[in-house]
């Protein structure tokens, strides 16, 4: 079965760190990928996508992914986080083909302390 | 920016009731979902609807579940008789592709006492 995983549970940095966060997925087809942001008490936002193309993608609020194939990965990175970046992110997979359902990681508490 | 509405924000229930959770999704969207996410746990899928019918669902949606487009605009999910397991957050979500990804509502928390 698919699955993404996500290896860092609970982050802690400071403010002005740098950040990466780890993503692999478990599918060698064709694949989308994307990372959702859950602030608190909020909804799931889209962070950035993959589909194709140029395999370092960027999206809102400084932050950007690296796809790399070969290592069934999409890493998000940001490189200075701020305290309002303090939410749970999450990485997620559509698998090509017949299904067009987004499969979610377990996700990862990030916490920045001014 | 367009929109998912989801209603009621919260809900609270006794075990065995029927629910009904609602989502308005984006006009020109023509894929929706339903995921929930039991606190502090992942987000799961529950079901996805294209063409009036559903085209996928997990094995969470079993009997006890349903989701009906009724009219143009709205998209629910019932639960006939809930458990106290269905105590979550639920999501709905609406795309006009999915590999563009999905737009999600701010979700209905479900509480079943």
């Known amino acids: 079965a698919q699955s993404v995983s996500q290896h860092n549970h609970h982050v802690i940095l400071s403010e002005a760190a740098s950040l990466e966060l780890g993503c692999n997925y478990s599918?060698?087809?064709?694949?989308?990928l994307f990372w959702y942001v859950q602030y608190p008490g909020q909804h799931l936002q889209l962070l950035l996508k993959?589909?194709?193309?140029?395999?370092l993608v960027k999206g809102i609020k400084g932050f950007e992914a690296e796809f790399i194939k070969s290592k069934f990965s999409f890493n998000l990175r940001k490189p200075s986080v701020q305290w309002s970046d303090t939410a749970e992110y999450f990485c997620a997979v559509i698998v090509g083909g017949a299904t067009n359902k987004l499969i979610f990681g377990t996700g990862t508490l990030l916490a920045v302390q001014p | 920016e367009p929109e998912v509405t989801q209603t009621p924000s919260h809900q609270v229930t006794q075990m065995g009731q029927e629910v009904i959770l609602r989502c308005v999704p984006i006009?020109?969207?023509?894929?929706f979902y339903w995921y929930r996410q039991i606190l502090g746990q992942k987000v799961e899928f529950l079901v996805s609807f294209y063409n009036n019918e559903i085209s996928e669902k997990s094995e969470i949606f079993d009997d006890q579940f349903s989701v009906e487009r009724p009219d143009g605009s709205n998209f629910t999910l019932k639960i006939r008789s809930t458990k106290l397991e269905d105590s979550a957050m639920y999501f709905c979500?609406?795309?006009?592709?999915?590999?563009?990804?999905?737009?999600f509502g701010s979700g209905t928390r479900l509480t079943v006492v």
């Open positions: 993959y589909f194709s193309g140029d395999p």
């Open positions: 979500a609406s795309t006009p592709r999915p590999i563009y990804g999905y737009t």
């Open positions: 599918y060698g087809g064709t694949v989308n």
């Open positions: 006009s020109n969207h023509l894929y």
